[in-house]
Every structure is written in C-alpha cells, then in structure tokens.
C-alpha cells in the first residue's frame, strides 16, 4: 500500500490550498484516514482524522478553516485548507490505519505573512 500526498505550495496568509491523498496498492477500505503535520522545530501533530463511516475529529487550531473528506470507493482523502496562517506552514502527511499504520511521503505547505 502506497500513500501519495499532493498540493502542497506557497499561499499567503488567508489564502487556500487543497491537499489530496490517494492510496493505491488496496483492495480494501481503510478505517481511518488523517492528516498529519510537522512544523519546523516542533512535533508531529494530528490535523484532523475522518474514520471510514465518516465521523471526524480537528485539531483545535484548525476547526473552522480546515475541512477533511474521504471518497471510500476510491480511497481517497481530502484537505481543504482556508484562512491560512503562516503558524499552518509544515510538511503535511497523510495517514491511513488497516491494521496496519500506512504513511505517506509528505507535501510542503509553506504560508507566507
């Protein structure tokens, strides 16, 4: 199973970017899918997790402006990103539980004041 992230860039501050992730390799629909991401100099953290039957959890420093979605038949997953603040610049991971942890490569989000 492979995870690849994309859309990632350099937005200025309140603008928007949509992050996508699509799993291939699987035959099978997972039953968690998140976003994850890493400042500079800081700990990896949960943005916001979406299950299989679609109940969602967010980061408190992103509820409001981040919006998270999945397309089960096609296992793929969503970021919508608006009101960006130059404190969302990370590398974004997607993330995804069967069993297994399955992780993807990551894409720069770069947002600038």
């Known amino acids: 199973v492979q995870l690849q992230a994309s859309g990632g860039g350099l937005v200025q501050a309140g603008g928007s970017l949509r992050l996508s992730c699509a799993a291939s390799g699987s035959s099978f629909s997972f039953n968690i899918m998140a976003w994850y991401r890493r400042a500079p100099g800081k700990q990896r953290e949960l943005v916001a997790e979406?299950?299989?039957?679609?109940?969602?959890n967010y980061a408190d420093s992103v509820k409001g402006r981040f919006t998270i979605s999945r397309d089960n038949a096609k296992n793929l997953m969503y970021l919508q990103m608006s009101s960006l603040k130059p404190e969302d610049t990370a590398v974004y991971y997607c993330?995804?539980?069967?069993?297994?942890?399955?992780w993807g490569q990551g894409t720069q989000v770069t947002v600038s004041s």
């Open positions: 979406i299950s299989r039957g679609g109940n969602i």
């Open positions: 993330y995804a539980y069967y069993v297994l942890d399955f």
